[in-house]
């Protein structure tokens, strides 16, 4: 707009009412006028690209809602102020490098937990890789000290007569809820490889195979 007397002078509505457009918007001063725009990361509430002061206002896109597969597979997407970022799953490594990154920037591949650390199991165990994580198994004609739960760092693979406490078994065997001391354990693989619950250690454990997450 102009303001007239002897002389014209172009009023920059921009610069002298800083909030003219609303939050998150952007002002342009032109000649005798101005417009609106969202900034990157907002939507007009009317619609309109461009606009003029009480016309519209800028909301928040959430681009990860938006669009599921904006980071693509095996990464997390979160939504930021105006904007995203992209990370990859656990398990899975960034192909630029890049841990946080955009979409187009990077790709989230498995990678070789096994591979990477030999020893991850521990002693006396085999790795085996899986997409997006691995599993632990102890090799044949040894058990896991632990149970049916395999903990990193404290799992060790033992033969049975080091893992059984003297105990005699007495337990149900139908369910597995209760597997987790050592006593529970060898009753348990006692009574899959016999019908008769016996205190020696005259197992016949070969064909047995478990594995654990």
């Known amino acids: 707009m102009f303001f007239s007397s002897n002389f014209s002078v ?14 998150n918007a952007w002002c342009l ?11 990157t990361g907002f ?29 693509g597979q095996n990464a997390w997407c979160l939504n930021t102020i105006g904007n995203y970022s992209c990370s990859c799953k656990t398990g899975f490594r960034s192909s630029s490098g890049q841990e ?6 990077s790709s989230c591949a498995d990678f070789d937990e096994c591979a990477q650390n030999p020893w ?9 890789n899986t997409v997006g994580s691995y599993t632990c198994s102890c090799n044949p004609g040894l058990f896991p000290n632990t149970g049916l739960e395999w903990t990193l760092n404290q799992t060790r693979c033992e033969d049975l007569t080091k893992i059984q406490d003297g105990k005699t078994c007495n337990i149900n065997t139908g369910t597995s809820s209760n597997l987790t001391s050592s006593s529970a ?5 006692t009574n899959f490889n016999s019908a008769n619950i016996i205190s020696g250690y005259q197992l016949q454990v070969s064909t047995l195979i478990l594995w654990f997450l």
């Open 10 to 23: 172009e009023i920059n509505e921009c610069k002298e009412n800083r909030t003219l457009c609303g939050q």
């Open 29 to 39: 001063n032109t000649i005798g006028n101005y417009s609106c725009s969202c900034k």
């Open 43 to 71: 939507r007009s509430s009317s619609g309109q690209e461009i606009f003029m002061d009480g016309q519209s206002s800028c909301a928040e896109i959430d681009e990860c809602k938006e669009n599921r597969t904006l980071c």
């Open 100 to 105: 946080i990154f955009m979409d187009g920037q």
């Open 120 to 128: 991850l199991c521990g002693p006396n165990a085999q790795c085996t």
């Open 185 to 189: 354990w060898f009753c348990f693989i």
